[in-house]
């Protein structure tokens, strides 16, 4: 199974904020990755796919990037609704894996 | 507009089979894979299965915690997916989430809303 870690857990940010997640895949997963978003008592939302493609209907102020093992995800500029937990997910191997989740505070 | 609505969760006992439904609508069924996932609070998100559109063959995959206990199937004339889930664990408790799944990589772009599947004596 490949392991995916994602750093930080939590993070506490103000409205407007740049906020970057990180995603270590336990090894290369060639860029199929994608990124999700969950707020309490809600299914995931998918916000990125394939590393880097957004959504349609996602807001431009998310993005995805990297390559291999490495993977960011970044909210440029924090908003309201954007408190949640970030979640992402290799679609390289299966059994399909997340990470651990990264929950967005208001600082 | 695309919907999934899973059903049939609740209370089981260890041991015992629950059969969860997921209705569609809103897209053509068929030309899609279907994915089951579930999740807690302490295991996180959790891939359980899945099947492909027949155009792929209708073949499955499954995640090694429930291979041989669980079943995914499909009725494409009714638009809806199961999740047969047989001698199930006390492990097995979790909120079960039935998918829409791109066939070009295993990425979740829809979810339906999730059952709660409990598993007590």
């Known amino acids: 199974d490949i392991q995916m870690t994602q750093s930080p857990s939590s993070v506490s940010a103000s409205i407007g904020d740049r906020v970057t997640i990180t995603c270590r895949a336990r090894q290369g997963i060639s860029g199929w990755l994608a990124w999700y978003q969950q707020k309490p008592g809600k299914a995931p939302i998918l916000l990125i796919y394939?590393?880097?493609s957004l959504q349609s209907g996602v807001p431009s102020r998310f993005s995805g990037s990297g390559s291999g093992t490495d993977f960011t995800l970044t909210i440029s500029s924090l908003q309201p609704e954007d408190f949640a937990t970030y979640y992402c997910q290799q679609a390289y191997s299966f059994p399909l894996t997340f990470g651990g989740g990264t929950k967005v505070e208001l600082k | 507009e695309v919907q999934l609505v899973e059903s049939g969760g609740g209370l089981v006992q260890p041991g015992r089979s629950l059969r969860l439904s997921c209705t569609t609508s809103g897209f053509t069924f068929g030309d899609y894979t279907v994915s089951w996932f579930r999740q807690t609070p302490w295991k996180g998100l959790e891939w359980v299965g899945l099947i492909r559109s027949n155009t792929y063959g209708g073949t499955t995959e499954y995640a090694a915690s429930v291979k041989g206990r669980f079943t995914v199937s499909r009725d494409d004339s009714k638009t809806i997916a199961y999740l047969q889930m047989n001698s199930l664990k006390t492990e097995d408790t979790a909120v079960y989430y039935c998918t829409r799944t791109l066939a070009v990589a295993s990425f979740v772009d829809y979810w339906g809303q999730g059952t709660l599947v409990t598993v007590s004596s």
């Open positions: 394939t590393t880097s």
